[in-house]
């Protein structure tokens, strides 16, 4: 539910990925479509799950079926009780064979992108089940039923019920009976590790030995056809790796918007899409036409851009997300997203101190900040002994979005020499601190 005339510390800023391991997974397993799948005994009901548990995955879908009834299949039994990819709405469908179902659409939209890593997690507290999408809640559903109760056997990338076998890649799969690992919005894992009360869990180690069972049970995994193979890259890496996405500043009529890439591989440039609670996403700015917007190509080193949108309204809230275009014309959503923002005076909801940038620098580097009351603020910069080098703050100052450079000189205003600092931010209780690297 949307509310109007939204300011920031009342708005929530929801990150859908964990940055960083979105663009690519190192050691996956790669299913053609057609007839790879693994199996699992579970001819003594070892999966049953009468009570918590959660299911959780990385994967990266290669082709989606078009026919709605046909499933993508991560993890299930032989007929109900699984984990798929529902095609008749894009969702993660979860069924149980005494009647408890349900799904899912991947956060707020009911498309998917393909050649995109996408964590899934479900998980089921008490009688609740909850759908993660990139560790960001999408539903509920009351479920007590058992699961994976008949015994049998167990697969993964098949299901035999609405014929279809999974395409893409997996990797980091987890299966747990007796725990709900998230009951909240989380940041999804880059690795899996054993946990009490572990089933199974997928994991890629090697060529020669693509399931690990690292719990005590020591499950055999059986590769089917010719099986899935290995892959050691990063398979269906994105043109960008972006590390933020975020509100910079909102005004009257406008809305500053930010964020920095780590590296560009064959990057075009940037689309930005906008929406409101009663129009659905719409391009308002593109790489073609708005030169801030193009890219770097290929690049890795951190490149940063800003973009205001002064088209808006301030009676309306607004989403924004953004997505890279490649030289091939390739465009790719990230699964990143900016919600419930409106223009206006624009308060933080919590004191933060941003990396600087550019960081490596010479000479001069910006160190930004934010302030959710008014504090007095001491920015002060040390060398790696603890001395002090340069006060570059020490005044009150009203809450806002804040930022304060740095020209690589000392409290006497001469250079200092090339090397490694620290800068720290001191406001009211609030205290932090981070390392920058000044080039010659």
């Known amino acids: 539910m949307y509310k109007q005339k939204m300011v920031f510390n009342a708005l929530a800023i929801w990150f859908l990925l964990h940055i960083g391991f979105v663009y690519g997974q190192v050691n996956s397993l790669y299913f053609d479509g057609s007839d790879d799948y693994l199996t699992i005994s579970n001819s003594s009901n070892q999966f049953e799950a009468t009570g918590d ?146 089933t199974f869990m997928l994991v890629v180690a090697n060529s020669s030995s693509y399931i690990t069972d690292t719990s005590s049970n020591g499950y055999t995994v059986t590769a089917h056809n010719s099986g899935p193979i290995f892959n050691s890259d990063s398979d269906g890496t994105l043109p960008v790796e972006l590390t933020s996405f975020e509100v910079l500043d909102t005004r009257d009529n406008s809305i500053t918007l930010h964020w920095i890439t780590e590296s560009e591989i064959n990057n075009l440039g940037f689309i930005l899409d906008r929406r409101t609670p009663t129009i659905d996403w719409i391009e308002i700015a593109s790489f073609v036409t708005d030169t801030e917007l193009q890219g770097q190509g290929s690049v890795s080193h951190q490149t940063i851009y800003t973009y205001s949108d002064n088209t808006v309204t301030d009676d309306e809230t607004y989403d924004y997300r953004i997505a890279d275009v490649d030289y091939d014309g390739n465009k790719v959503y990230h699964s990143m997203t900016i919600m419930g923002v409106s223009p206006g005076t624009a308060v933080p909801l919590s004191f933060v101190l941003y990396q600087n940038y550019p960081n490596p620098f010479n000479p001069i580097t910006t160190l930004r900040y934010e302030l959710p009351k008014d504090s007095f603020v001491d920015v002060t910069v040390y060398d790696m002994l603890g001395n002090v080098v340069n006060n570059l703050l020490n005044t009150n100052q009203s809450s806002g979005y804040k930022s304060v450079q740095w020209n690589a000189t000392n409290y006497k205003g001469a250079p200092v020499s090339a090397g490694l600092y620290l800068y720290t931010i001191q406001a009211g209780k609030f205290r ?9």
Request: charged content about 10%.
């Open 53 to 198: 548990f959660t299911f959780e995955a990385w994967v990266n879908w290669s082709t989606l079926y078009s026919n709605s009834g046909q499933m993508s299949p991560l993890f299930g039994g032989q007929q109900y009780d699984y984990v798929a990819l529902y095609n008749g709405n894009k969702a993660i469908r979860v069924d149980a064979q005494n009647g408890c179902s349900g799904d899912r659409n991947f956060g707020s939209s009911s498309s998917i992108s393909t050649g995109e890593w996408i964590h899934i997690a479900v998980v089921r507290s008490g009688s609740t089940i909850t759908w993660y999408t990139n560790g960001v809640s999408s539903g509920t559903t009351s479920c007590a039923s058992d699961w994976f109760e008949n015994g049998g056997t167990m697969y993964i990338g098949k299901n035999t019920w609405r014929s279809g076998y999974f395409h893409g890649y997996m990797t980091n799969m987890r299966y747990v009976d007796g725990t709900a690992v998230y009951t909240s919005n989380f940041t999804p894992p880059s690795t899996v590790s054993n946990i009490t009360n572990t």
């Open 432 to 440: 932090q601190t981070k390392k920058m690297v000044l080039l010659k």
